[in-house]
């Protein structure tokens, strides 16, 4: 008898704890209830773990995350995640009207193209000093046009009241703003949706202060 | 009789000739066959008509395109494409096989997020001086990263014998390469699926050299 290897091996995520591309993943696999495996690539540590010659067989981008499943290595978080969505049962990541459909990725989209790239950790190397400016300037743009489209699409979550990709986009960038010390306040919806979402389970297991590879004083 | 007002008007695409999100939504309008009007929103004149309070309600993020059909208006490129592929007939732009679909997906949010946004007007804009150099850096390092991906997907186009949404992206990106003087000839995967594209009437006909708000210096 035949038995395919990846039917017997569980996925493998490689990421970064304070990745929030990699934080994206974890949600939806947290989601779906799906089982996995965690390769901490660390980002500072020597030079970059994402670096090196290995890694980049993974994701010639040389970025986290990169994720392991059914034989193929995907990179790029939303392609993994619509990866999972379409051969993974477990809650549905997109409503079903092609409307909403449609808004969830375009609040997902301006979150991970319009936002999130600006403030990429090569980006701002190579930026410099004036790091943090840069990346509260780039958040702080985004959130202005994020903040109308989601009192628009919101109920209880991103759009309606049902958990989306949109919603596994939003935590982790406004996660990311609060790091360069963004003030939420400012954008009301953003806020109580990301305070919604907090209490949600999936994001509190895949949140960044618990994984494998948090530091001890990063830990909560 | 009740007729909804969307089924009597035409879409209407809001672009620039010359953005490669526009082009993007361009191609798939004429891969699918369907007909829509356009509004040009000029980047560069009067200081940027992107920036209006009236373009702004279409969209907050203040960039082009912006799509209104079926009585709501949507932005973010990909996301107009995939609600024209699940509501519109014609040519799929997504492979069946989910394996594939998720390479498509790969290649397109490599350029999508990973390469686009960092050679966006609004960043370069704020970048000043260097900002050629800096818009060949990062077209170089995400075609670095895209070459040997589409080594492993192509066949005739980026993930097999069939055009889909990783085309779209691919071809307005080398576009923007060749803007920034980037060599081309580096890539060769690249280079042979661009040209072969561009051969493709729906990839002709949406061409920056051939819109309504091309200027005529620029027609050919």
Known sequence: MHVSLSCLTKPVLHGYFRSSCSWRVRIALALKGIEYDQVPVNLIKDGGQQLTDQYKALNPMQQV???????????QSLAIILYI?????????????????????????LIVSGIQPLQNLYVLQKIGAEKVQWAQHFILRGF???????????????VGDEISVADICL??????????????????????LNETLLEVEAFKASHPSCQPDTPSDLRS
Chains 1, 2 share one sequence.
């Open 144 to 158: 202005e046009a994020l903040e109308p489209l989601l009192k628009q699409t919101a109920g209880k979550y991103c």
């Open 65 to 75: 995350p990169a994720f392991t499943i059914d034989g193929i290595t995907l990179s």
């Open 85 to 109: 969505e379409e051969t993974r049962p477990g809650p549905r990541l997109f409503p079903t009207d092609p409307q909403k459909r449609a808004q969830v990725r375009m609040i997902s989209d």
């Open 171 to 192: 935590v982790p960038q406004v996660y990311n703003a609060e790091r360069f010390k963004v003030d939420i306040s400012q954008f009301p919806t953003i806020k109580r």
